[in-house]
């Protein structure tokens, strides 16, 4: 089954540090975009950090220079480093994967094509 498992969510005092893990499983994770976004209460879900199956990058304003997405394709893996939490930061924390990279008869079906984790909760307050 393919799936994405998320870790390593928590809480910190601001100027924190804590890194998120995201794990696949059933798909061939370098064909994938990888993205984290994040939803805080009463607010929309927004795109914080996006890495793509070709390695270009991009993060919001909001947390580039703090942030860093990476992503160890052998392990299946994707990382979200977040660094000088901000208590602007709360908010539950979702990996997403979308199939974007193909060869010539790989078989896929639709619903493995935009996965999402479970969600992290990342609390920032003192």
């Known amino acids: 089954q393919a799936q994405l498992v998320e870790s390593g969510g928590g809480s910190v005092q601001p100027g924190g540090s804590l890194q998120l893990s995201c794990a696949a499983s059933?798909?061939?994770?370098?064909?994938?975009?990888m993205g984290w976004y994040r939803q805080a209460p009463g607010k929309q879900r927004e795109l914080v950090a996006v890495l793509t199956s070709g390695g270009n990058v991009n993060y919001t304003s909001a947390v580039k220079g703090r942030f860093t997405i990476s992503r160890d394709n052998g392990k299946n893996t994707g990382y979200l480093q977040m660094n000088s939490l901000k208590p602007e930061d709360t908010a539950v924390y979702y990996c997403n994967a979308v199939l974007t990279k193909l060869v010539t008869g790989y078989e896929f079906q639709a619903d493995e094509t935009n996965l999402w984790g479970q969600g992290a909760q990342v609390t920032v307050s003192s």
């Open positions: 059933g798909i061939i994770f370098r064909f994938y975009d």
